[in-house]
């Protein structure tokens, strides 16, 4: 790609913001489909999407139109009253899931989402530990960072707030002795996202369902970065055939806009009684109608099919270069990389592509919109390819 040359920038965030980011040297000051113009005059190809959060790329004429709309109609109004637009973001959202989930509660985040279903769980069984799988990623606020992987070296609270068992990735065994009356619930990301595209097993996937259900437990699928069609599927523990009592989800659900849901079974819902969840901001109109809007667009635009072929494309393709293997499901793709994936990422942003970094300090984490095309895929393997390994 013809590009100006870059513009050194300092890993600054501001005088006045906190300083808690790594600042990636790019300053976005517009964007549109899948293709970010920085201050610079650079352009690049996101391949990573914000955090995952850019669903549907950027600018998208339809969520441009729905955001406009509801916000000349509405603009915004709390739980305290029934509007017509959540209850219809709710219906949609429950019937693009697994059919046994029935009732939808909308929050702000996907820490908020989590805190939520580990609520229910606890409500529901009045037991008191959770089972959690080494790298999973849950989240930042108390309950969501004792069920997250690293959280001793930043978790500053004095006390953790219950018992945690964890379980090593795809250990079905260490999960079968995890497993007894007390436990509450397990939480599992089907693809971990943080740990770089990690997908969890099918047979550790079937036995943490079966073990949940056969000690009355119940089994959370926590799908803020894999849900919302990012694998192919609508939620990625549907590709399992399996069932959850719970899933959680965040990131694309409203396309750039800040929205996150708890998907309940009606066995659930009947439990959780008024009062024992609330929230301010959660289920705005303008929330609800960008959900609304986001699963028509994925359903009439037909994405997930393509999501499926082309993310079996780029597992196909992109072992070249620096990269000596694949793992993850559609759009949520990690690649491993023989050299430390931050040189890689370097590398790819001076050819113009944006990708991200995980946990694991040798994968490069992808997470383009669902509205990537082939030929977006030929420049991120053409670019790779000129990579030295
Ligand atoms: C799987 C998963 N769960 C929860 C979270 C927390 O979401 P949020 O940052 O919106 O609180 C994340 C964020 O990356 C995530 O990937």
Redesign the pocket.
């Known amino acids: 790609m013809n590009q100006p040359a870059a513009q050194p920038q300092a890993d600054v965030a501001g005088d006045c913001l906190l300083d808690v980011f790594h600042i990636t040297p790019v300053e976005p000051v517009k964007a549109e489909g899948v293709w970010i113009t920085a201050k610079d005059g650079r352009r690049y190809l996101d391949f990573y999407g914000g955090?995952?959060v850019a669903l549907l790329g950027y600018g998208h004429p339809r969520l441009c139109a729905t955001l406009d709309a509801q916000a000349r109609t509405l603009f915004f109004q709390s739980n305290a009253v029934d509007i017509a637009v959540r209850r219809r973001a709710a219906e949609r959202l429950v019937k693009f899931g697994p059919k046994e989930l029935t009732r939808a509660f909308f929050v702000n985040?996907?820490?908020?989402?989590?805190e939520n279903a580990l609520r229910v769980a606890f409500l529901a069984t009045r037991r008191p530990r959770i089972i959690a799988v080494t790298g999973?990623?849950?989240?930042?606020?108390a309950g969501?960072a004792a069920i997250t992987a690293g959280h001793e070296k930043w978790y500053a609270y004095p006390n953790k707030p219950f018992d945690v068992t964890w379980v090593p990735v795809d250990d079905v065994a260490a999960l079968e002795k995890a497993f007894g009356i007390d436990v509450a619930a397990i939480i599992l990301?089907p693809v971990?996202?943080?740990a770089g595209a990690k997908d969890l097993s099918p047979e550790f996937m079937k036995a943490a369902r079966a073990l949940a259900t056969c000690w009355g437990a119940l089994f959370i699928s926590?799908?803020?970065?894999?849900g919302m069609g990012r694998t192919g599927w609508p939620f990625a523990v549907m590709a399992h055939g399996i069932v959850p009592d719970i899933i959680?989800t965040?990131?694309g659900l409203g396309g750039g806009f800040p929205v996150?849901a708890v998907l309940v079974t009606d066995a659930l819902a009947a439990v959780v009684k008024k009062g024992d969840l609330g929230t301010t901001f959660g289920g705005g109109p303008l929330a609800c109608a960008m959900v609304e809007t986001v699963i028509d667009t994925i359903e009439q635009e037909d994405l997930l099919p393509r999501v499926r072929r082309l993310g079996e494309r780029i597992r196909k393709e992109a072992v070249v270069g620096p990269v000596v293997g694949v793992q993850g499901a559609g759009y949520l793709i990690g690649l491993r990389t023989r050299r430390p994936a931050k040189e890689v990422l370097e590398q790819l942003r001076a050819k113009g592509i944006m990708a991200g970094s995980a946990g694991d300090p040798h994968i490069v984490r992808l997470l383009p919109p669902l509205v990537l095309e082939d030929a977006h895929v030929d420049l991120l393997i053409a670019a790779l390819k000129e990579i030295p390994a």
């Open positions: 955090h995952a985040s996907g820490a908020e989402a989590n999973a990623f849950h989240g930042r606020t969501a990301e971990q996202g943080v926590d799908e803020v970065q894999c959680t965040a990131k996150s």
